[in-house]
Each structure stands twice: as C-alpha cells, then as structure tokens.
C-alpha cells in the first residue's frame, strides 16, 4: 500500500508566507514526478507545480516568481514553498506523485491540506 501524506497547511495573511511537505510511504521502487495541484473554493482542481526525479521543475504562470517546488529524494518527500501569498492562492493544496512498483507505475494522491490566505 502507497500513500501520500501531506502537511504545513494553514491560516495566513497576505503577504505571507507557508510549507507544505508531502511524503510518500509504502512499498515501491521508486518515485519518478513529483507535484502539487490546488483545488479553489467552487472551482476545478488545477495545476500547480511539478519535479521530475532529475529535478527538473515547472510551475503554472501564477505562482511564478513565488512558489518553489523541491524534492528529498532519500525521503521521498515533495515540498512546496509558498511565498507572498495571495488571497487567490486559497484552495486545498493536493500532492501527487507518479510511483513504481516493479515495472508498473500508477498516480497516487495525498488527502489535501488547507490553505487560506486573508486579505
């Protein structure tokens, strides 16, 4: 059995700043793309940020500049650095990960945590 199991959720203000950690547990090979989506008030889930194994990261246009993405590889956790939060940033903040078992992989998800940011 998988899991992700994320952290560092929270209340804010704007302008602030917040961590979430997320980390993968179970049995498995290895992980290969890490990432975070976010899911607004009455609105669809969405795209945040992404880590391959290598590294390499992307983000959404909206949280260039202010959100960084990194990875423990020994650990197996992803973590998302929130800076200069908006008011917009609020959502349930997911994490995702595409993981091995053998020669198989499957996408596996975290629970969400919170993020609320005050005006």
């Known amino acids: 059995q998988v899991q992700l199991v994320e952290s560092g959720g929270g209340l804010v203000q704007a302008g602030g700043s917040l961590r979430l950690s997320c980390a993968a547990s179970?049995?498995?090979?290895?992980?290969?793309?890490m990432g975070w989506y976010r899911q607004p008030p009455g609105k669809q889930r969405e795209w945040v940020a992404l880590?391959?194994?290598?590294?390499?990261?992307n983000y959404v246009d909206s949280v260039k500049g202010r959100f960084t993405i990194s990875r423990d590889v020994a650990k197996n956790t992803v973590y998302l650095q929130m800076n200069s939060l908006k008011p917009e940033d609020t959502a349930v903040y997911y994490c995702?990960?595409?993981?091995?078992?053998?020669?198989?992989?499957?996408?596996?998800w975290g629970q969400g945590t919170q993020v609320t940011v005050s005006s």
């Open positions: 880590i391959t194994n290598s590294g390499s990261t």
């Open positions: 179970g049995s498995f090979s290895h992980i290969n793309v």
């Open positions: 995702s990960a595409t993981i091995y078992r053998g020669v198989t992989s499957s996408n596996y």
